[in-house]
């Protein structure tokens, strides 16, 4: 994959159950640290989507298509329409909620089924680590997530804490199997697409219009 002056746009969703906070993380995501603030967001219907730009070291420009999907189980069938079409996935639990992090084995199998393990990265992500009142442990957690093959990191929308640091991470992670050959460009697929090619790339650092919070 020839990198700079390519932009791409990667498609990420978020899943998870009921409750554990994926809105919330991703307006935190995409309104940067005023987001953190913002009221408690209505339960998600069906689908919704948001975006995010993002300039990656290489050069290579990045649109992000963020996927919010409802953890209610009524929508499961307009959710799961929607996997195939994914490079990126965020298995969101809520670090207070056990059975939020027992269902996620569940969510993996689910997108694992639809389209196969090979296209999609995959992040665990312990969401709500500004509460105290914890019923899974990072050990736990981290075992989980090697069992599966992914990365695990926590997050908080309340404290803004690794909220960039988990986009990014999954963001890298997909600009890598490109560059690799693990994940390829097909015309059938929307996962990742090619949006258009500039003769002169940008500056080589990345650029973002929020700060990281690696508590
Ligand atoms: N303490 C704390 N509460 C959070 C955090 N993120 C979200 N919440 C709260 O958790 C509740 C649910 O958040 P949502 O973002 O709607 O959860 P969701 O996973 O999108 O829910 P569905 O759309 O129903 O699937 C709300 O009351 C949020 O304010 C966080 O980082 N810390």
Redesign the pocket.
């Known amino acids: 994959m020839e990198a700079a002056g390519y932009s791409y746009q990667f498609r990420i969703a978020l899943l ?1 159950d ?8 991703l307006r935190c995501y995409v309104a940067g640290a005023r987001g953190a603030a913002e009221p ?2 209505e ?2 219907v069906g689908v919704e989507f948001y975006s995010r730009a993002l300039q990656l070291p290489a050069g290579l420009r990045v649109k992000l298509q963020l996927w ?1 999907t ?3 189980e009524c929508f499961r069938c307009i959710t799961r329409s929607f996997y195939r079409n994914m490079v990126g996935i965020l298995l ?1 639990f809520d670090v207070t909620n056990r059975e939020s992090f027992e269902h996620i084995q569940a969510w993996h199998q689910e997108v694992v089924s639809t389209q196969g393990p090979d296209k999609v990265v995959f992040l665990l992500v312990g ?2 680590c ?2 105290s009142t914890r019923c899974v442990s990072s050990q736990e957690a981290e075992e989980l997530a090697a069992s599966l093959g992914m990365g695990f990191m926590e ?4 404290s803004n804490c690794n909220v960039d640091l988990a986009f990014d991470t999954v963001t890298s992670a997909i600009e890598q199997a490109l560059q690799q050959g693990d994940i390829k460009l097909d015309k059938d697929w929307a996962g990742v697409r090619l949006l258009h090619r500039s003769p002169n790339p940008r500056s080589s650092s990345r650029k973002q219009d929020s700060g990281t919070c690696q508590c």
Request: proline content about 8%; aromatic content about 0%; charged content about 25%.
């Open positions: 998870g009921a409750g554990v906070g994926k809105t919330s993380l408690d967001p339960p998600t919010d409802a953890g209610q969101v969401h709500k500004d509460l997050t908080s929308a309340k």
